[in-house]
């Protein structure tokens, strides 16, 4: 857990300080940001439906039809998810680099939104 957070903070920090040195505005750099950690969340997201489908098949579609779990237990995708199971942890390095994008790119909507408010 901390190392995911770490990454998505080291990832937001390091997006913010590269779109920083760019010459364009800071409103450009957040919306592309954004962007970015929205197309890579949902590539993510296809990345680890595929590769649960392809180890498991049926899996997805069993726990759509099954109700969702009580509080405190998980979907069957999840243990299938985590560590050892048929996804890659690059799969979720990459979705938390996303993640950072994203958090990246909502600060420099901040930061452009602060500059337009004190002109």
């Given amino acids: 857990m901390a ?5 998505v903070a080291g990832s937001a920090v390091l997006l913010v300080a590269l779109a920083m040195t760019v010459p364009v505005s800071a409103l450009t ?3 592309l940001l954004v962007l970015l950690g929205v197309v890579d969340y949902a590539v993510t997201a296809l990345m680890i439906a595929r590769y649960i489908e392809r180890a498991m098949p049926g899996l997805l579609d069993l726990d759509a039809a099954l109700p969702p779990p009580p509080a405190g237990r998980k979907y069957l995708w999840e243990y299938a998810a985590g560590k050892g199971g048929p996804v ?6 990459v979705g938390l680099v ?3 994008s994203f958090l990246g790119g909502v600060l420099m909507l901040a930061i ?3 500059r337009w408010a004190v002109r």
Avoid: D, H, Q, Y
């Fill in 3 to 7: 190392k995911g957070i770490m990454l």
């Fill in 29 to 31: 750099c957040g919306g």
């Fill in 88 to 93: 890659p942890t690059w799969v979720s390095t």
């Fill in 98 to 100: 996303g993640v950072g």
């Fill in 112 to 114: 452009a939104a602060v």
